[in-house]
């Protein structure tokens, strides 16, 4: 099992930038795929981007490529969304999730963060 805790969200003008960041218990870190999901109010949860467990793979959703990067650190039990360029459009609740085993491309999570708030002011 493992124990996700999200940080770094907040509120900023579009065009600018954020860092979320995800840590994680437990020393099976790097056995889990790594990912971050959103939620806007009124809509439903939706895939923003995911990393496989050795960080050589990532995936992201076509609404965030070139503008978000995520990536792991096993050795600190952390991943991390950089966000640039932010819309208004991007403003949502950012989860932070854990895929057991590893991120296949259509599998979902075992394992969620609490959430952290993205406020993009136009």
């Known amino acids: 099992q493992v124990q996700l805790v999200e940080s770094g969200g907040g509120l900023v003008q579009a065009g600018g930038s954020l860092r979320l960041s995800c840590a994680a218990s437990?020393?099976?870190?790097?056995?889990?795929?790594m990912g971050w999901f959103r939620q806007a109010p009124g809509e439903e949860r939706e895939f923003v981007a995911a990393?496989?467990?050795?960080?050589?793979?990532?995936y992201y959703a076509d609404s965030v490529k070139g503008r978000f990067t995520i990536s792991r650190d096993n050795a600190k039990n952390t991943v991390r969304l950089q966000m640039n360029s932010l819309k208004p459009e991007d403003t949502a609740v950012y989860f932070c999730?854990?895929?057991?085993?590893?991120?296949?491309?259509?599998?979902?999570?075992?394992?969620w963060g609490q959430g952290t708030q993205v406020t993009v002011s136009s």
């Open positions: 999730a854990a895929f057991t085993g590893d991120y296949y491309g259509d599998n979902y999570p075992d394992y």
């Open positions: 437990g020393r099976t870190f790097s056995t889990y795929g």
């Open positions: 990393i496989r467990r050795s960080g050589g793979n990532t």
